[in-house]
C-alpha cells in the first residue's frame, strides 16, 4: 500500500503548507492551485485556476453532455495554522504514515477527502463509465470565511450548472460508519481588543488605581455564558429552530456515545448546555467559543505588570433560524454593555456564515445514503454536524439544488489540531465511494 | 554633560542585560557583578562577588571604624524581562540618552538608583570626608523575590551590622519632589494553569460538549473582583490595617493628584476601590492584579479551535498586616471552589514579600528628611509606595535598624515597561543625596 501511487500524490498534495489565514503562504496557496490543475488536465478535464481577489478558484470540468445529469463536487485546498508546532509528533507539512493513518495539516481537512473524489472520477474515465458530468469546484479560502466564492458562483453560474452537489469535508458518526450529514452549524466570528493605559504599567506602582485591561477582558468572557452553560447574550436563542421529534430519533440512534465523544476529546467529563446529549450540543444548540485570548507577560516566570492590552477572539456556531451578522451585533451590544469601567474596546467582526440545512429525504438524498449503504454495507447514520462549511447555503441559493455531505473524516481525525491524520482505509473507501454516489444520482 | 565619566559608567551598567527571571542571561549576571566588585575596588574598598545557591550578591565595605556610624547601602543589579520588545524605541539594553533621560532596562530599576549611591561614596573619599562606615550589598535576585537574600543576610549578619539602611528603589511623589517612603506594599504571585481536553479540538465538532479551559480560566479571573473594585477572595482583608488619621492628611497633601497619575498612565479615568484616592489605593490598599494571561490561538486572523489549556499570573500586593503566605492559601481556596466543571487547575505558588512599614519620626528617619529638604530645597513628602522591596521586612529584622527609602526614580520613570529611562538630574542630585545623607547620618 506505501507505493500505491494514489497515496503518493495525497502526501505531494499535504505538503504544501496552504494556510490561508497568513499572508506568508501566498506561493504555497497558487503553487498548490497549480498542481491541482496539472491534475485535473493530466485526467482530461478541462482545468484552471480562476483568480479572485483573494486566492484561486480551481474549476475542472468534464465534458458537458446533455444526457447526463451533472454533479458539482466541492472541496477545498487551504488548510488551517499549523501552530501549536510543538505538539506535533511530525512536521505538519512533511506528512508521514503511521499506523495506516497519513499524519499532516489538511490530511483530513479537506486534502485527503477531496483527492479520493478526484481518484474516484479518475478512475471512472479510466474505466470508460464516468455515469454523470462532473464539475470539481476547489477553493482555498474555506478556512477563512470563503469571502469571494459566493461572488464566483454568481458570476459563473452557467458553467456551474448541476443536479446536485457532493462534499466530502464533515466527519463519521464513528470509525468506518457510513454518515450523511443533513445539517451544519453556521458560524460568526469576532475578535475583541480591550486596551488600558497607553503602556504597559508596574504593577505595584498603578496596581489599584488603573484598571487591568486582562482582568476587565476575562469579565467580558466569563459574562458569555451563564451558569447553566447557556449563552448569555440577549436575544441569542430568538431564532433557534427547536429539533424535531425524527431529528432526536436520530441523534439518539446515533453510533456516538457521550463516553466516546469524552475519550476522543480526552476530558474524563463533558460539559454543555442542560437537557441536550453531546451529540445534540455539538450538532442542533449554538455556542460561543473562545478560540484565542491573551494579554501581559507570557513567558517564563514572573513579570508584575499591569498590561496595557487584552485580546480575546469568538466564534459563535449557530444553528437554523439564526444568521451570523444578527449575532455579530447582537454580542457587539452585549460586549458594549457589559464593558468594565477604565477601558475601551474594539470589535473586529470577522467571517460568518449561515447555518445549512437539508431535507435527507430528497431524491438526491436517498441517492447518497444508498450509495454509502452499499459501499460500507450498513444503513448510514443520519447527522446534524457541529462544523461550518459557510458557503454550502450559497451553494443551495445559487445553484438550487441539494448539497450531500458524505462524511470520509475519523471522528478522532483532529482536523484543526496537532496531529491531525487521515486513515488510509477511508481515502480507498472514499474513492469507491465517489464511483457508487455518481452511478445513483444517475439513476436518481 | 554628555562626556561626563559617570555616565558613562551608568551607560555601561545598563548595557548588561541582567534579565534575573530569564536563564540565558546567566553569563551576563555574573559579568555585571563582576563589573561592580572591579567599580568598588578601584574606589579602594574591599568587595567580592559573594556566591549563593542563585546570583552572587556583591558586598563592598569601606574599613570599619569603631568611632564612626555604620550605614549599609542597598540595591539591586538585575532588571525586569524587557519584552514586548517591539514597543521600545531604542534597544532595552543599548541604552540612549534622549531628552536628558536615559533610556534602557534597568536605567532606574535600580541600576541609575544604586549607581548614583555609589559615586556619593567615590566623591566623599575622594574628598577625604566619608562622614560614616558604608557597607554595599548589591544582589541579583530582587525582580525574582531575593530568594536567597534572608539567608545570605542571617550567615553575614555580622559583617552587615549597621544603624541605618539606605535603599533608593522606590518614585518620587512628583518630579524632583523630595520623597521619604515610610510604607511598601508585600508581594505574594501565583500562575493559574487550566486544563481542559489532551489536545487543542475542533471548535465546531466538539464546541458545546466540552469546556473551555480558556473561558474558564477568565470565569476565575472575573471572580477575583467584585462590582466595587474590591479583591472578593474570602477572608482577603481580614487582617489589613486601615490607614492612620495623619497618613490620610499626608496622602491629602500628597504633590500628585489623580489627574497626574492618570495622565503618567496614560488612562483617561482611574479605577479602583471605592472610598479612596489613588494615591491610597496604590499606596495603603492591597490589590490583585492579572499580569499576564494567554491560552488558544494567539496569531493572525481566526483559528477556529477550542483550546487544551489556558494560564494566568496573578500578583497579590499586600499591606500590613497580610501575609503572603496566608494570602497565597485563601487565593488557592478561592481557585479551588470557584473552578467551573471539566477543567482541572494547577496553582503554583511564586515568589512573596511582606510588606514594610517604617515609624518616619524615629531618628534615622528625621535625618534622611534634613538630608533630602538640603539638597532638593523642599520639605520632603512622605509617602507610602505601591511597588515592593520583598526584602525590606528581613533586613529590619536581622539588623534590626531602619530602612530608609530615598526615592531618586521619576513619576514617569516607566519601570518594568518599554521605554524605562532615568533623567540625568536625578542621577546628579542622587550622588548630592548620599553625600547629605550620610552626614546627617553621622550626627543622628
Redesign the interface.
Known amino acids: 500500500m506505501m507505493n500505491d501511487p494514489r497515496i503518493e500524490e495525497l502526501l505531494d498534495f499535504v505538503r504544501f503548507p496552504t494556510v490561508s489565514?497568513?499572508?506568508i503562504h501566498r506561493t504555497d496557496m497558487l503553487a498548490c492551485a497549480d498542481w491541482l490543475v496539472a491534475k485535473f488536465r493530466r485526467m482530461g478535464l478541462d482545468a484552471r485556476a480562476a483568480s479572485t481577489p483573494g486566492f484561486p478558484v480551481v474549476v475542472a470540468k468534464s465534458l458537458r453532455d446533455p444526457n447526463k445529469k451533472t454533479v458539482l463536487i466541492y472541496g477545498h485546498y487551504d488548510v488551517?495554522?499549523a501552530?501549536?508546532l510543538d505538539?506535533w509528533s511530525s512536521p505538519p507539512f512533511n506528512p508521514i504514515i503511521r499506523n495506516g493513518r497519513i499524519i499532516g495539516r489538511g490530511a483530513s481537512d479537506n486534502k485527503g477527502q477531496i483527492l479520493a473524489h478526484i481518484f474516484g472520477v479518475e478512475e471512472a474515465i479510466k474505466e470508460g463509465e464516468l455515469p454523470v458530468n462532473v464539475v470539481f469546484l476547489i477553493e482555498g479560502e474555506e478556512e477563512?470565511g470563503s469571502a469571494h466564492l459566493g461572488t464566483f458562483l454568481e458570476a459563473h453560474r452557467d458553467e456551474l450548472v448541476c443536479d446536485a452537489i457532493a462534499i466530502s469535508d464533515t466527519?463519521m458518526a464513528a470509525e468506518g460508519y457510513p454518515t450523511l450529514s443533513y445539517a451544519l452549524?453556521g458560524?460568526a466570528?469576532l475578535?475583541v481588543q480591550v486596551k488600558?493605559?497607553?503602556?504597559?504599567?508596574?504593577?505595584?506602582?498603578?496596581?489599584?488605581?488603573?484598571?487591568?485591561p486582562?482582568?476587565a477582558?476575562?469579565?467580558l468572557?466569563?459574562?458569555?455564558?451563564d451558569a447553566d452553560g447557556r449563552v448569555a447574550i440577549e436575544g441569542f436563542y430568538d431564532t433557534v429552530q427547536p429539533m424535531a421529534n425524527w431529528e432526536r430519533e436520530a441523534a439518539a440512534d446515533s453510533p456516538v456515545s457521550?463516553d466516546a465523544?469524552?475519550a476522543q476529546?480526552?476530558?474524563t467529563?463533558?460539559?454543555?448546555?442542560a437537557g441536550y446529549s453531546?451529540v445534540e450540543?455539538?450538532g442542533a444548540?449554538?455556542?460561543a467559543?473562545?478560540?484565542?485570548?491573551?494579554?501581559?507577560?507570557?513567558?517564563?516566570?514572573?513579570?508584575?505588570?499591569?498590561?496595557a492590552e487584552?485580546f480575546?477572539?469568538v466564534?459563535f456556531?449557530l444553528v437554523p433560524d439564526q444568521r451570523p451578522d444578527t449575532v455579530l451585533a447582537l454580542a457587539r451590544r452585549h460586549f458594549e454593555k457589559h464593558c468594565p469601567?477604565?477601558v475601551t474596546l474594539t470589535i473586529i467582526n470577522?467571517?460568518g456564515g449561515d447555518p445549512f440545512f437539508l431535507d435527507p429525504t430528497l431524491p438526491q438524498g436517498m441517492a447518497a445514503q444508498r450509495a454509502l449503504e452499499e459501499v460500507f454495507g450498513k444503513k448510514p447514520a443520519l447527522t446534524r454536524?457541529?462544523?461550518?462549511i459557510p458557503i454550502l447555503t450559497e451553494f443551495q441559493r445559487t445553484l438550487r439544488h441539494p448539497a450531500l455531505l458524505l462524511a470520509l473524516a475519523s471522528p478522532d481525525c483532529?482536523?484543526?489540531?496537532?496531529?491531525e491524520n487521515f486513515p488510509i482505509e477511508n481515502f480507498l473507501m472514499g474513492i469507491r465511494l465517489n464511483k457508487a454516489l455518481l452511478r445513483e444520482l444517475a439513476k436518481s
Open positions: 489565514a497568513q499572508k488551517q495554522p501552530d501549536p505538539l477563512i466527519g452549524r458560524i466570528t475578535e488600558g493605559p497607553a503602556m504597559d504599567l508596574h504593577s505595584g506602582i498603578y496596581g489599584g488605581a488603573v484598571a487591568n486582562v482582568t477582558a476575562a469579565r468572557v466569563a459574562s458569555l455564558h457521550d465523544i469524552a476529546a480526552g476530558v467529563v463533558l460539559w454543555g448546555e453531546a450540543r455539538v444548540r449554538p455556542t467559543e473562545i478560540n484565542g485570548f491573551g494579554g501581559g507577560y507570557q513567558g517564563e516566570g514572573s513579570k508584575t505588570v499591569l498590561p487584552a480575546f477572539k466564534s456556531r469601567p477604565g470577522g467571517h454536524e457541529g462544523g461550518s483532529r482536523a484543526h489540531a496537532p496531529d
